[in-house]
């Protein structure tokens, strides 16, 4: 196989890169759509989706402008964030106002990864000339950065009510925690409430 050697190829890897994580995120932001029962944070993944499906023509625009076929190449990075949700989902079942918070972060990490994906790419195509390709770029990037921003704003109010609630109802608040952690009580042997959930996130 050939050596890449030229700031051209990275860049169309970059990009093919990016065009995968995209078509991946199509597919799932109606899932975690289902899975959100919070009315804001369920409209945000709704709104993203939309924006997500402009982000993939964009991406597209920019392989024409370089002249070169829309290629997506397998991104391992985004299938781990996936993966993580997909296996957190399955093996904690977390009560609906966990899973809530806990899609925030992975929603977060999406689009902390898509960022850091986008300024590597524009920064690239801005040192070759390629204006075309750096504004619709910066199209996406605009709108990763304010999913970003919004759905940290829904993860603080969440954190807050979910502490709320637990200094409320401390019953409720242990069996939800119970609930959510089963999968780990079952290897701890059941120990004390923090330290269950200590293990439970330290475990993979
Ligand atoms: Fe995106
Ligand atoms: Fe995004």
Redesign the pocket.
Known sequence: MAKMSEPRELLLHELGDILY??NL?VKVLPQLSREASDRELKQGFDRHLR??KQ?VENVKKAFKALGAPAKAEQCPGIEGIKREHDEFVKEEQPAADVLNAFLTGAASRTEHY?IAAYTGAITMARAMGEKQVVTLLER?LK??KETLRKVETIGRRLAREGARQARENGGSAASRTRRSTSSARSRTGGRSRSSTRRSSSRKR
Do not use: G, I, V
């Open positions: 994580a995209e995120l924006e997500t982000q898509e996406n709108q990763e």
